[in-house]
T-cell receptor
Framework: GENVEQHPSTLSVQEGDSAVIKCTYS??????FPWYKQELGKRPQLIIDIRSNVGEKKDQRIAVTLNKTAKHFSLHITETQPEDSAVYFC??????????FGTGTSLTVIP | EPEVTQTPSHQVTQMGQEVILRCVPISNHLYFYWYRQILGQKVEFLVSFYNNEISEKSEIFDDQFSVERPDGSNFTLKIRSTKLEDSAMYFC???????????FGPGTRLTVT
């Protein structure tokens, strides 16, 4: 089955700096890669996703890049703000509707 | 904005008992999912459901688990004989399209004693 690894497990950045979270996957058939933000005690919320027919997608301060050859994808948050502090999960899905999540990155933005 | 709802928010049960976790997906969504998250760990996929049948399930989703859409609005997860290791937060999610954006419910925290 698919194995998704996520790094780093914790990340602290100064407000205004950029944050990058990386994930690798093992199944070359995976073709959909969502990113979720989970604030403490709350439900995961989709923040951005990318499909394997594109290499990069951007939404305001958030971008995701995908390298299919290397089987890795990354989340980039620019101009970080304290409200970006949360746990971020990457996920991968191949055909069908089974999703494999990474282990999460706890991001802390220091004001 | 429509939301996925789940009941109860917290369920405490004794080992060996059956529990049913309930979810009301967003009304025009067709794809439904259950996930679990053990405290401090990653979200784990359990099962996906479409057109009144299971479309995918993980290794976690063994014979102790079952899902049902008993009417036009509810989507339930049943655990037949709970074990201590079933203690976790259980999230329901729904999406309008195949691998479209999934909307998560607030979760049910299941505690097995």
């Amino acid at each position: 089955g698919e194995n998704v690894e996520q790094h780093p497990s914790t990340l602290s950045v100064q407000e205004g700096d950029s944050a990058v979270i990386k994930c690798t996957y093992s199944d070359s058939a995976s073709n959909y890669f969502p990113w979720y933000k989970q604030e403490l005690g709350k439900r995961p919320q989709l923040i951005i996703d990318i499909r394997s027919n594109v290499g990069e997608k951007k939404d305001q301060r958030i971008a995701v890049t995908l390298n299919k050859t290397a089987k890795h994808f990354s989340l980039h948050i620019t101009e970080t703000q304290p409200e970006d502090s949360a746990v971020y999960f990457c996920a991968a899905s191949n055909t069908g509707n089974q999703f494999y999540f990474g282990t999460g990155t706890s991001l802390t933005v220091i004001p | 904005e429509p939301e996925v709802t789940q009941t109860p928010s917290h369920q405490v049960t004794q080992m060996g008992q059956e529990v049913i976790l309930r979810c009301v997906p967003i009304s025009n969504h067709l794809y439904f999912y259950w996930y679990r998250q053990i405290l401090g760990q990653k979200v784990e996929f359990l099962v996906s459901f479409y057109n009144n049948e299971i479309s995918e399930k993980s290794e976690i989703f063994d014979d102790q688990f079952s899902v049902e859409r008993p009417d036009g609005s509810n989507f339930t997860l049943k655990i037949r004989s709970t074990k201590l290791e079933d203690s976790a937060m259980y999230f329901c999610a729904s999406s309008e399209t195949d691998r479209g954006e999934q909307y998560f419910g607030p979760g049910t925290r299941l505690t097995v004693t």
